[in-house]
């Protein structure tokens, strides 16, 4: 913090030397309450990263910023892997809520590394989750689940209203992926058959909807699809992405869920297993950049189709408020189960992204007209700027 120094003159006090001395008070506080300071906590020794660690680091930084508003607090997560599970009963592992420092403060959470930090949430509740958040940064760090949220196989009969599907080995079943909750998001689209990147057809590959899945023995498993006479275009031993949506609290949760707030960053920052995270009620001022959002690990060698049963960063949502000045730049969005990016009455800018293989969309602009886009590379998938956000009859109508 800076400081002054006040030499009282020697000379008795007039009216002017008062006003003077007054004046330099008031200079020197002044110079006091500028001085902010980053501070730089160090979780893992201080708390230990796990949900109620982190939560006491939180909940110290806020008691520092009710005295020292516009001091920046950095939050260090060393290099590991940490399970940050939360309780089922909470709303998120980490909660943010009313975290709100002074117009030049922040809360800081920086790994040391997209590759070398890695949390590990609750496979059941929202990751990250906050209510009236402003002036908060993650960076350098990877944010995944235990679990795998996806699964895939390989035909072994097509027929009307059916698929049969002998699931790859290690994957979960469609019985471990199945949202009973939800009678939507339920979907399925051919990939080429890759061990290391399989890759999402464009041409005659509708997602097809399913809606209760059957063991067969071993591991095949048949999927009725919601369209009891189609017959789905496929052919024997061509490989199936396989994707139940979560997102609800007891259901999957979010990567992230912020209701309501400003200034919020995601900096380097991967996500595999859960990759959507939704900024909702008219929340502005986002900037997320260099990201990642990507597939998991191979399992027995078999690269996964999907990342994740759902996409990726939503900025907004269909009912909210409008939102304005956000940023989603240099990022590298791979194989989202929905749209990869998103924006709902929104402006801002998608720039200089690397997007393929998404599910529904590439970028999805709803309502959106002014959001600038540029400098993007889209492969396999396509943008939407309507002014609704429904998605067309054939997704391949917005690949050009």
């Keep these: 913090m800076s400081s002054f120094i006040f030499n009282r003159p020697s000379a008795p006090t007039t009216a002017r030397f008062r006003h003077i001395a007054v004046a330099a008070l008031m200079a020197g506080a002044l110079s006091l309450s500028a001085g902010a300071e980053t501070l730089r906590w160090n979780v893992q020794k201080q708390y230990g990263i796990t949900a109620d660690g982190i939560r006491k680091a939180i909940q110290a930084a806020k008691e520092h910023f009710s005295k020292e508003p516009n001091d920046t607090i950095v939050l260090e997560f060393d290099e590991g892997t940490y399970k940050v599970e939360g309780k089922d009963t909470d709303d998120g592992s980490i909660d943010l809520s009313g975290v709100n420092p002074g117009p030049d403060g922040r809360l800081v959470f920086k790994g040391a590394g997209m590759e070398k930090t890695v949390l590990v949430f609750n496979n059941d509740i929202h990751a990250i989750f906050g209510r009236k958040v402003f002036h908060v940064t993650m960076a350098d760090m990877h944010m995944t689940r235990e679990k795998y949220t996806v699964s895939q196989g390989l035909v072994v009969e097509a027929a009307a209203g059916k698929v049969v599907l002998d699931i790859q080995e290690g994957f979960p079943t469609p019985a471990d992926i199945f949202n009973p909750t939800s009678d939507q998001g339920r979907f399925i689209r051919r990939y080429t058959n890759s ?206």
């Design 195 to 400: 061990k290391e990147d399989p890759q999402l057809v464009v041409k005659d590959n509708v997602q097809l909807a399913w809606r209760e899945a059957k063991p067969l023995g071993d591991r095949l498993w048949q999927l009725d699809l919601v369209k009891k006479n189609l017959v789905p275009n496929y052919q024997k031993g061509e490989l199936i992405g396989i994707k139940s949506k979560h997102g609800g609290k007891g259901h999957g949760g979010q990567a992230y869920w912020l209701m309501e707030g400003s200034d919020f960053i995601f900096q380097s920052v991967k996500w595999t297993q859960k990759t959507r995270g939704v900024f909702r009620g008219g929340f502005d001022k986002i900037q997320i950049l260099d990201c990642v959002t990507d597939r998991a690990a191979p399992i027995a060698g078999q690269t996964p189709c999907l990342a994740s049963p759902d996409g990726g960063p939503q900025i907004g949502q269909p009912w909210d408020p409008p939102t304005k000045g956000n940023i989603v730049k240099n990022c590298r969005f791979i194989a989202s189960g929905d749209d990869a990016v998103a924006f709902f009455h929104g402006t801002g800018e998608v720039s200089g992204c690397q997007i393929r293989d998404a599910f529904a969309r590439g970028i999805l602009l709803s309502d959106s007209p002014d959001v600038v886009v540029k400098d993007n590379t889209l492969i396999r998938c396509g943008v939407q700027n309507t002014k609704d956000y429904k998605l067309p009859g054939d997704p391949a109508d917005l690949v050009k």
